[in-house]
T-cell receptor, first 112, second 113 residues
Framework: GESVGLHLPTLSVQEGDNSIINCAYS??????FIWYKQESGKGPQFIID?????DKRQGQRVTVLLNKTVKHLSLQIAATQPGDSAVYFC???????????FGKGTRLSVIA | DTEVTQTPKHLVMGMTNKKSLKCEQH?????MYWYKQKAKKPPELMFV???????INESVPSRFSPECPNSSLLNLHLHALQPEDSALYLC????????????FGQGTRLTVV
């Protein structure tokens, strides 16, 4: 299930189940969106991206959905594995001339 | 080479010390960034360099002083820090003129005592 702690929402899933991590963004001018995975003690690692002219993009075991109407982004992970346990951040930028702005993050905990 | 390399990985410094964090990339990226990340929080932008010139300073205190000696290197000079400055400092780079992902280093874990 999903719970919201003091600082970081946590999503706990059983190994093999699908995970859905959500993100709301506020800047309607954002043109590019990314999902990053961050493991403890490491820097953010790119997972998948999507541009504003698309509403869905698939990678290996991951899918990103973009709903510009409600400014919502989601990351779906199929057949979640213990190695997927990490904190996931969405990030957005308006263009190549503007920096990335990160969302709050969600901790994914995979139960073996 | 798609790596951003940061040194040192860990740093403990006193409030009167002067130290520097270093970042290096050889991807030809002309935008480089410093982010600060506290525990359980997202990275927060500090500085942006574009073509070796400082383009964004997010109201960062002057005890943090960035420097971009050339297109591959980015430094963050630290002086008279406070314990609340303890955090993970992340360097990132990206192509300047295309909206793509930023490549992040592993970060420097800074502890101010």
């Amino acid at each position: 299930g999903e719970s919201v702690g003091l600082h970081l929402p946590t999503l706990s899933v059983q190994e093999g189940d699908n995970s859905i991590i959500n993100c709301a963004y506020s800047n309607s001018a954002s043109d590019y969106f990314i999902w990053y995975k961050q493991e403890s003690g490491k820097g953010p690692q790119f997972i998948i991206d999507i541009r504003s002219n698309m509403d869905k993009r698939q990678g290996q075991r991951v899918t990103v959905l973009l709903n510009k109407t409600v400014k919502h982004l989601s990351l779906q992970i199929a057949a979640t594995q213990p190695g997927d346990s990490a904190v996931y951040f969405c990030a957005e930028r308006e263009s190549g001339n503007t920096p990335l702005v990160f969302g709050k993050g969600t901790r994914l905990s995979v139960i073996a | 080479d798609t790596e951003v390399t940061q040194t040192p990985k860990h740093l403990v410094m006193g409030m009167t010390n002067k130290k520097s964090l270093k970042c290096e990339q050889h991807m030809g990226h002309r935008a480089m960034y410093w982010y600060k990340q506290k525990a359980k929080k997202p990275p927060e932008l500090m500085f942006v360099y574009s073509y070796e010139k400082l383009s964004i300073n997010e109201s960062v205190p002057s005890r943090f002083s960035p420097e971009c000696p050339n297109s591959s290197l980015l430094n963050l000079h630290l002086h008279a820090l406070q314990p609340e400055d303890s955090a993970l400092y992340l360097c990132a780079s990206s192509p300047r003129d295309r909206a793509t992902e930023a490549f992040f280093g592993q970060g420097t874990r800074l502890t101010v005592v």
